[in-house]
Nanobody, 116 residues
Framework: QVQLVQSGGGLVQPGGSLRLSCVSSVSIVDLGQMRWYRQTPGNEREQIAIATDGGYRDYAWSVKGRFTASRDNSQRTLYLQMNDLKPEDTAVYYC??????????WGQGSQVTVSS
């Protein structure tokens, strides 16, 4: 059973930075493209970043230039560095991976609150 365990998050002032981590119980190479999502109350989960093993990265327009996704395969960890945070970035953030059999795996979620 694959487990994704998140850490990081919390309360930060506008303009501040946070880093989220997502540690996998299996090699993240086996999880292919890994993604970060976020969700606010009453809204669907929104994909905000993709990080492939081959080095491809893509971001939602709302976070492009401020957020950076990265992977450390040796540590089985996916990261999301969030800079210049805005109140509208307040959400629960989730990491996601999918194995070769198209099974989806989610982290437990990390609350990020941006407020002065």
């Amino acid at each position: 059973q694959v487990q994704l365990v998140q850490s990081g998050g919390g309360l930060v002032q506008p303009g501040g930075s946070l880093r989220l981590s997502c540690v996998s119980s299996v090699s993240i190479v086996d999880l292919g493209q890994m993604r970060w999502y976020r969700q606010t109350p009453g809204n669907e989960r929104e994909q905000i970043a993709i990080a492939t093993d081959g080095g491809y990265r893509d971001y939602a327009w709302s976070v492009k230039g401020r957020f950076t996704a990265s992977r450390d395969n040796s540590q089985r960890t996916l990261y999301l560095q969030m800079n210049d945070l805005k109140p509208e970035d307040t959400a629960v953030y989730y990491c996601h991976g999918r194995d070769y059999w198209n099974n989806d795996y989610w982290g437990q979620g990390s609350q990020v609150t941006v407020s002065s």
